[in-house]
């Protein structure tokens, strides 16, 4: 396979080495992985072995992931609506906590109860379990009636 030009897909992607997490070097790794490039077509041609290539894609994963949970984090504390559901709440009570929380700060939910219910149970993951939720978890929303859900 060919390798596609790195420095002509970061540029349309807007990548700025200064603004970023991610190494100049990284990104590069990671465009071109996006591209479906195979790790021994970017070690020939960045010049490196394949397991530096393994080494500095594993690495600029885990800093996109560290910027994802910052972001979200920072979600948290701007979100005008914050609550924690308790373990051993019923899921189907979750809506009606959301709505009542979301009232009481003049914010629009943008989801039903059914659909709310279903997106708090699977960005929960395991701390919901049926319709019992397992171990205390944080449901913000944004002042654009986004709903986000931590654990």
């Not at 390798?3 to 997490?21: Q, T």
């Not at 279903?118 to 397992?134: E, I, P, W």
């Amino acid at each position: 396979m060919t390798v596609p030009d790195a420095d002509e897909l970061l540029e349309r992607a807007g990548f700025d080495a200064e603004e970023s997490v991610l190494t100049r070097r990284q990104a590069e790794v990671l465009v071109l992985r996006e591209t479906g490039a195979a790790q021994a077509d970017i070690a020939e041609e960045l010049g490196t072995s394949r397991a530096n290539v393994s080494s500095v894609e594993a690495s600029a994963r885990e800093n996109v992931a560290k910027a994802r949970e910052t972001v979200a984090f920072a979600e948290v504390l701007a979100a005008p609506v914050r609550l924690t559901v308790e373990g051993g709440t019923d899921l189907y009570d979750v809506p009606n906590m959301v709505y009542s929380a979301c009232d009481d700060a003049d914010v629009k939910v943008n989801y039903t109860a059914p659909e709310l219910m279903k997106l708090v149970g699977d960005a929960a993951g395991d701390a919901v379990h049926g319709r019992a939720v397992q171990r205390d978890i944080t449901v913000t929303v944004t002042g654009d009636g986004d709903v986000r859900v931590r654990t």
